[in-house]
């Protein structure tokens, strides 16, 4: 999706720019940090095994959107060494990889119990995703304009 790959952009630059990572570190940067993608099957058999207060995904959610939310605020203020940031960005991939696998087993038990509105919840789900990462395009466009120094990124 778009909201999770437009921060590579930032990302990038940090790497190159503040970091002073060559293209062959970064690679091996982003391989790693995507690691935990792979282990959603993992996820879901915790989240499955070990309810919280009772419940199998909201806790679970609430970690992951914390953790996430926790983690840029570090990468964006306390992120000093290629060490710092390597870590920061795995906590990031982690949690949106929990995060994403917990909401679709949220939505599959919410179909399930209510098979006649699966559609528009769907919808729903879906003009929520839209809406949101249009509304993150626009304001990363204004701020990375006004932030550039580039001549032509500028808006008028």
Not at 1 to 23: G, K, Q, R, V
Not at 115 to 132: H, M, T
């Amino acid at each position: 999706a778009w909201t999770e790959t437009f921060p590579l952009t930032a990302i990038t630059s940090i790497l190159n720019d503040d970091l002073h990572m060559t293209p062959g570190n970064i690679s091996e940067y982003f391989a790693i940090t995507f690691l935990p993608w792979m282990w959603k099957p993992l996820y879901g058999m915790i989240s499955d095994s070990f309810p919280l207060a009772g419940y199998h995904r909201s806790p679970y959610m609430m970690i992951a959107s914390l953790g996430i939310a926790f983690s840029y605020l570090a990468m964006a203020f306390g992120v000093q060494s290629r060490l710092s940031m390597l870590g920061t960005a795995f906590l990031v991939s982690a949690c949106s990889a929990l995060l994403q696998l917990v909401v679709g087993g949220f939505l599959v038990g919410v179909v399930q119990t209510d098979v006649r509105n699966a559609a528009a919840l769907q919808s729903v789900v879906n003009s929520s995703q839209w809406c949101g990462s249009l509304t993150a395009q626009i304001m990363a466009l204004v701020m990375y304009a006004r932030e550039s120094n580039r001549p032509g990124c500028q808006l008028a």
